[in-house]
């Protein structure tokens, strides 16, 4: 049994260690969420150049951690059943109505919103960086 118990220390030192490091790096995985800021309601564009039409739908500018980010308004149409033509010139009443989050941790181009209003279920909506 002595000979149990000299190998049983080292073990369990190894398997300590094994665990300690699989949860540092689990850790370090975690989503790590920032709430996105509104800036300004886009309404669609139309740019008309020699040979070149460039036909824009309007769009949500927004700044989710550090990033300048686009939504168009067909996902917010879609996902939260919200117009956000209707708050062109309303910026702070669209604050009130959707709510969005980014995990700046992940490589998707997704970013979470929600409606407040509708007990806060969050969905997936693609965005566009800014350019």
């Keep these: ?13 190894i398997f300590s260690a094994i665990l300690l490091s699989t949860l540092i790096a689990s850790c370090g995985k975690q989503a790590k969420m920032e ?40 996902e917010f149409k879609r996902k939260l059943r919200i117009d956000p033509k209707n708050y062109i010139n309303n910026l702070a009443g669209f604050k009130q109505e959707v709510s969005c989050l980014i995990d700046e941790r992940s490589k998707k181009k997704e970013i979470l919103c929600s409606r407040p209003s509708r007990n806060d279920e969050f969905v997936t909506i693609k965005y566009a960086l800014d350019d």
Excluded: H, Q
Aim: charged share 30%.
């Design 35 to 74: 709430r996105c800021k509104f800036v300004e309601i886009e309404p669609p564009e139309f740019e008309v150049e020699i040979g070149d039409v460039d036909i824009e739908g309007g769009e949500v500018e927004m700044v989710c951690g550090d990033k300048i980010v686009d939504v168009a308004w067909n």
């Design 1 to 13: 049994m002595n000979l149990d118990m000299k190998y049983l220390s080292p073990v369990t030192s």
